[in-house]
């Protein structure tokens, strides 16, 4: 999710052509200088009132206007598309300012936003930006980019950012923001990827994010957002990963998610979601990690998880859910890490469990599954950590759970095992042996 290049937006070229058949017709020095040179002494002003910014160390030191005497000769010089981290269209005007990671300090108060229409592209992530992100950024009508992630800026995420309707990327990700998401953010229509992440954002989300119809990821993660999950986030079709895990969600998931059919990434874990697992789940074919622990859910797992033959990851532990394991798991033959632990789960082990043959983890402790200890784990030969303990296993424990050769991490304990004692100092000699 790394801000990209400085990069002209595809909508750009068409502009740059545009103004290339000009050049032909119009000479040179018929472009005025003076607008470019209105925004180099905007961006200075801005300069000025920065922090350990006038020394000759600074990654702005490039940023100067010739002497007022210079000759007209040198008119272009005043233009401030020679200076770090800016960028130019064929008119010379400011169209991108890329200054991550330039050691920047100071507020945005100064920033001239209403003084660079042509603006396209701003990144100045990994800085020591503080203060307020201003209204005024809603000046900036023909932005389709923006990362000021990694800084300190705090305040509300202001509801002007609505008028920025040509933005493809937002990245705010890693602030001190608060307040709420504003409603006005569902206006962005052409947004491709919202991240606010590691924030102190809080409230319910707007039930406007429906309305972005182009969002490929969201990622809100590490907030303390409350309230149910917008039904209307299942109208984003176009939802290929959705982190928001580690809030305050309440309410069940929602069962318009299973419409989210290019979904790959479903992460909504450690909430207090409550209810039971949405069968509809089971229509997102493609996807490859769904993470669901750590909250309140209940009720079986449903079946129909078993048609998502993509599936890597499953974690649903740390809820109440109960019932038995599907067989229908069987078919996530995918599967490297499957963790269904810390729940109300009950009846033996499904031996289909058996067909993940690229399985590595297996934890499935502290449930309530009974019947024999299945031998299936003897015959996945890349399983490395299997835990079963605190459940109601009874019998013998199978002779050959270690041929697989792999295992380092076995839980058999506060089971109703028989020969338990003996049998476990034969499998710890054996994983001593194995290391």
């Given at each position: 999710?790394?801000?990209?290049?400085?990069?002209?937006?595809?909508?750009?070229?068409?502009?740059?052509?545009?103004?290339?058949?000009?050049?032909?017709?119009?000479?040179?020095?018929?472009?005025?200088?003076?607008?470019?040179?209105?925004?180099?002494?905007?961006?200075?002003?801005?300069?000025?009132?920065?922090?350990?910014?006038?020394?000759?160390?600074?990654?702005?030191?490039?940023?100067?206007?010739?002497?007022?005497?210079?000759?007209?000769?040198?008119?272009?010089?005043?233009?401030?598309?020679?200076?770090?981290?800016?960028?130019?269209?064929?008119?010379?005007?400011?169209?991108?300012?890329?200054?991550?990671?330039?050691?920047?300090?100071?507020?945005?108060?100064?920033?001239?936003?209403?003084?660079?229409?042509?603006?396209?592209?701003?990144?100045?992530?990994?800085?020591?930006?503080?203060?307020?992100?201003?209204?005024?950024?809603?000046?900036?009508?023909?932005?389709?980019?923006?990362?000021?992630?990694?800084?300190?800026l705090s305040g509300k995420i202001p509801q002007e950012i609505g008028n920025l309707m040509k933005l493809e990327m937002l990245h705010l990700l890693s602030n001190e923001l608060n307040g709420s998401?504003?409603?006005?953010?569902?206006?962005?229509?052409?947004?491709?990827?919202?991240?606010?992440?590691?924030?102190?954002?809080?409230?319910?989300?707007?039930?406007?994010?429906?309305?972005?119809?182009?969002?490929?990821?969201?990622?809100?993660?590490?907030?303390?957002?409350?309230?149910?999950?917008?039904?209307?986030?299942?109208?984003?079709?176009?939802?290929?990963?959705?982190?928001?895990?580690?809030?305050?969600?309440?309410?069940?998931?929602?069962?318009?998610?299973?419409?989210?059919?290019?979904?790959?990434?479903?992460?909504?874990?450690?909430?207090?979601?409550?209810?039971?697992?949405?069968?509809?789940?089971?229509?997102?074919?493609?996807?490859?990690?769904?993470?669901?622990?750590?909250?309140?859910?209940?009720?079986?797992?449903?079946?129909?998880?078993?048609?998502?033959?993509?599936?890597?990851?499953?974690?649903?532990?740390?809820?109440?859910?109960?019932?038995?394991?599907?067989?229908?798991?069987?078919?996530?033959?995918?599967?490297?890490?499957?963790?269904?632990?810390?729940?109300?789960?009950?009846?033996?082990?499904?031996?289909?469990?058996?067909?993940?043959?690229?399985?590595?983890?297996?934890?499935?402790?502290?449930?309530?599954?009974?019947?024999?200890?299945?031998?299936?784990?003897?015959?996945?030969?890349?399983?490395?950590?299997?835990?079963?303990?605190?459940?109601?296993?009874?019998?013998?424990?199978?002779?050959?759970?270690?041929?697989?050769?792999?295992?380092?991490?076995?839980?058999?304990?506060?089971?109703?095992?028989?020969?338990?004692?003996?049998?476990?100092?034969?499998?710890?000699?054996?994983?001593?042996?194995?290391?």
């Amino acid at each position: 999710m790394g801000s990209p290049g400085l990069e002209t937006p595809v909508n750009l070229l068409a502009s740059l052509a545009l103004f290339t058949v000009l050049l032909v017709i119009i000479p040179q020095c018929a472009i005025p200088a003076y607008a470019s040179t209105l925004e180099a002494q905007a961006l200075l002003k801005w300069k000025s009132s920065l922090l350990n910014q006038n020394l000759s160390t600074s990654s702005l030191s490039s940023w100067t206007l010739p002497p007022q005497n210079a000759t007209s000769s040198n008119a272009t010089v005043s233009s401030p598309c020679s200076w770090h981290g800016i960028l130019c269209n064929l008119a010379r005007s400011v169209i991108g300012i890329n200054l991550t990671s330039s050691n920047i300090k100071g507020t945005l108060n100064e920033f001239p936003f209403s003084s660079l229409q042509y603006l396209t592209y701003i990144d100045m992530s990994i800085n020591e930006l503080f203060g307020r992100i201003l209204p005024q950024v809603g000046l900036l009508t023909n932005l389709t980019y923006l990362d000021l992630s990694f800084n300190q800026l705090s305040g509300k995420i202001p509801q002007e950012i609505g008028n920025l309707m040509k933005l493809e990327m937002l990245h705010l990700l890693s602030n001190e923001l608060n307040g709420s998401i504003p409603d006005e953010i569902g206006q962005l229509r052409l947004l491709n990827e919202l991240a606010l992440y590691s924030n102190q954002l809080n409230g319910s989300l707007p039930s406007s994010l429906g309305n972005l119809s182009s969002l490929a990821r969201l990622y809100i993660y590490n907030n303390s957002f409350s309230g149910s999950i917008p039904l209307e986030i299942g109208n984003l079709t176009n939802l290929e990963e959705i982190y928001m895990e580690t809030n305050f969600l309440t309410g069940p998931i929602p069962p318009t998610f299973g419409k989210l059919t290019k979904l790959t990434q479903l992460h909504v874990y450690d909430n207090e979601l409550i209810g039971s697992i949405p069968p509809e789940l089971g229509n997102l074919k493609l996807l490859r990690r769904l993470a669901l622990h750590y909250n309140n859910l209940t009720g079986s797992i449903p079946s129909t998880l078993g048609n998502l033959t993509e599936l890597t990851l499953l974690y649903l532990y740390g809820n109440m859910l109960s019932d038995n394991i599907p067989d229908e798991l069987g078919n996530l033959r995918a599967m490297i890490d499957l963790e269904l632990s810390k729940n109300q789960l009950s009846s033996p082990v499904p031996s289909s469990l058996g067909n993940m043959t690229n399985l590595e983890i297996l934890l499935l402790h502290k449930n309530q599954l009974s019947g024999f200890i299945p031998r299936f784990p003897g015959d996945l030969m890349n399983l490395v950590v299997l835990q079963l303990d605190m459940n109601w296993f009874t019998g013998f424990i199978p002779d050959n759970l270690c041929r697989g050769g792999s295992l380092r991490n076995l839980s058999l304990g506060w089971n109703n095992l028989t020969g338990i004692a003996f049998q476990a100092q034969s499998l710890e000699h054996f994983l001593d042996e194995a290391a």
